[in-house]
């Protein structure tokens, strides 16, 4: 059996069970169908999990990039690996923060310069650039980075929501931000349609 009966809310239960039993005490003049929407309805109810908020002392485990001098981050369960930036292909007609395109073991990756996608100051392409290849199983890109700092577990009660100041087309790609720099929300990152390149250009 998953999960600890230390965190089961059983007063909650009790109380989700005791407002089935008042529903189903229903009169003579109720619809035959009506304990059968009443038991959908609780059953849809008892499945939801118990929204408690983060967990205390819980962790994020991220990898940390410098880019324009700033230091961002994405959880390390969406970076598969990371490579060198050996070669890049512009391609006509796409958007400036789709930098391109490039072939790593003979798959061809879109590659993101997330100085365009965020509005950052640009400093150009350098010898220390590198590509952290983001994938959540089903969608897979590339994005740009100067430098790769390291990895590190952060508590999640150290990190906070985005500033309203950052309110804009930035703000939509930081989950969190904590003392040392930005946390990237790679999920709506490779879920972003404009971010989509054929990869069967070139």
């Given at each position: ?81 990371v ?54 199983g ?46 990237l929300?790679a ?16």
């Amino acid at each position: 059996m998953s999960g600890t009966l230390g965190d089961t809310d059983w007063d909650a239960i009790r109380a989700r069970i005791e407002a089935l039993k008042t529903a189903l005490d229903h009169g003579p003049g109720a619809s035959p169908a009506e304990p059968d929407r009443i038991l959908q309805e609780r059953a849809r109810e008892l499945a939801k999990p118990l929204d408690s908020g983060p967990i205390e002392g819980q962790c994020m485990n991220i990898i940390e990039f410098s880019l324009a001098a700033s230091v961002y981050a994405m959880e390390c369960r969406f970076v598969r690996e990371v490579h060198p930036l050996k070669n890049l292909t512009s391609l006509p007609g796409i958007p400036s923060f789709i930098a391109g395109i490039t072939n790593i073991r003979g798959h061809v990756l879109a590659l993101v310069d997330l100085r365009e996608l965020l509005k950052v100051p640009s400093r150009g392409l350098g010898e220390l650039n590198r590509i952290l290849i983001l994938s959540d199983g089903v969608m897979e890109l590339g994005i740009l980075a100067d430098r790769i700092l390291g990895t590190r577990s952060i508590p999640y009660q150290d990190t906070r929501p985005p500033l309203q100041a950052l309110a804009g087309s930035a703000a939509g790609y930081i989950a969190r931000i904590h003392s040392g720099g930005f946390i990237l929300d790679a999920a709506k990152i490779l879920g972003d349609e404009a971010l989509v390149v054929n990869d069967e250009l070139g």
